[in-house]
């Protein structure tokens, strides 16, 4: 009895090729490609992915191991599809941030700043909890699930082998950064109206009464303030984000 094994070289090549473009992708996602992340549970996690969506779309792949430069070439186009997809998450999410640094610099925490787990770096106090708190409620409903169909509908927009119309590339990343900004700050719109008004009333107060310390005043008034709004305005200011990180989704899914 002979078996045969000469396929598995090409279906070993076709496993990494998927895995390529959801290991990009993966590094880059909100939640699962955090630095806070071990790199081993984004590894077991991108393997797990690649295994369940190998045998969908292994037959998409059209493998020549006699020539190496060709794999090369398929490999790279993997990867920047994977990185095009992940950074679009990536980039939605960051509305957050916008939101955070107007509603600090409103509230007069402009200044207090932590490391952000999301992001690896120093940023505002505000903007870190707002980050962390969509990237919960990205969990609490569900929205993680429609990561993962995105990368399965990734092979109907990018279809493997393909050259990628960087032009559509670019577009797709110019309108999500675009539209993350406006988010950002339509969602900061009550704090910027909160802070005009109380900037000029502090200003017509200093007029009024030029011997009063209207700053040592006015800060810890800003803050109290700006908190009890916050308070009050924070459920509709994740809904609106969630149904925006949710349109930004729709977007890679067509087929849903």
Same mark, same amino acid.
């Given at each position: 009895m002979r078996i045969d094994i000469s396929f598995l070289p090409a279906l070993a090549a076709v496993f990494i090729l998927i895995f390529a473009r959801i290991g990009t992708m993966i590094m880059l996602l *909100? #939640?699962?490609?955090?630095?806070?992340? /071990? /790199? $081993?549970? $984004?590894?077991?996690? #991108?393997? #797990?992915l690649t295994a369940v969506l190998f045998p969908l779309h292994r037959t998409e792949y059209a493998v020549d191991l006699r020539s190496f430069e060709s794999i090369l070439v398929l490999l790279g186009k993997e990867l920047l599809i994977g990185a095009v997809l992940g950074m679009t998450a990536r980039f939605a999410i960051s509305a957050l +941030?916008?939101?955070g640094s107007i509603v600090a610099q409103q509230l007069g925490l402009g200044f207090v700043t932590a490391v952000d787990p999301t992001q690896g770096q120093q940023g505002v106090l505000v903007g870190n909890f707002l980050t962390m708190l969509g990237v919960t409620l990205l969990f609490t409903t569900d929205l993680h699930h429609v990561l993962i169909a995105a990368l399965n509908q990734s092979y109907t927009l990018f279809r493997p082998g393909e050259v990628p119309l960087t032009g559509d590339m670019a577009a797709l990343m110019v309108k999500t950064m675009s539209s993350a900004f406006r988010i950002g700050v339509q969602l900061a719109a009550p704090f910027l109206v909160f802070g005009?008004?109380?900037?000029?009333?502090?200003?017509?107060?200093? $007029?009024?009464? *030029?011997?009063? +310390?209207?700053?040592?005043?006015?800060? /810890?008034?800003?803050i109290l303030i700006g908190f009890i709004v916050?308070?009050?305005?924070v459920g509709a200011m994740m809904g609106t984000f969630l149904?925006?990180?949710?349109?930004?989704? $729709?977007?890679?899914? /067509?087929?849903?």
């Amino acid at each position: 009895m002979r078996i045969d094994i000469s396929f598995l070289p090409a279906l070993a090549a076709v496993f990494i090729l998927i895995f390529a473009r959801i290991g990009t992708m993966i590094m880059l996602l *909100p #939640a699962f490609g955090e630095m806070v992340i /071990p /790199p $081993r549970i $984004r590894l077991v996690v #991108a393997l #797990a992915l690649t295994a369940v969506l190998f045998p969908l779309h292994r037959t998409e792949y059209a493998v020549d191991l006699r020539s190496f430069e060709s794999i090369l070439v398929l490999l790279g186009k993997e990867l920047l599809i994977g990185a095009v997809l992940g950074m679009t998450a990536r980039f939605a999410i960051s509305a957050l +941030q916008v939101t955070g640094s107007i509603v600090a610099q409103q509230l007069g925490l402009g200044f207090v700043t932590a490391v952000d787990p999301t992001q690896g770096q120093q940023g505002v106090l505000v903007g870190n909890f707002l980050t962390m708190l969509g990237v919960t409620l990205l969990f609490t409903t569900d929205l993680h699930h429609v990561l993962i169909a995105a990368l399965n509908q990734s092979y109907t927009l990018f279809r493997p082998g393909e050259v990628p119309l960087t032009g559509d590339m670019a577009a797709l990343m110019v309108k999500t950064m675009s539209s993350a900004f406006r988010i950002g700050v339509q969602l900061a719109a009550p704090f910027l109206v909160f802070g005009l008004v109380f900037n000029v009333s502090l200003g017509l107060l200093s $007029r009024l009464m *030029p011997e009063m +310390q209207v700053f040592f005043i006015g800060l /810890p008034l800003s803050i109290l303030i700006g908190f009890i709004v916050l308070l009050l305005v924070v459920g509709a200011m994740m809904g609106t984000f969630l149904d925006y990180f949710e349109s930004v989704l $729709r977007d890679l899914t /067509p087929g849903l």
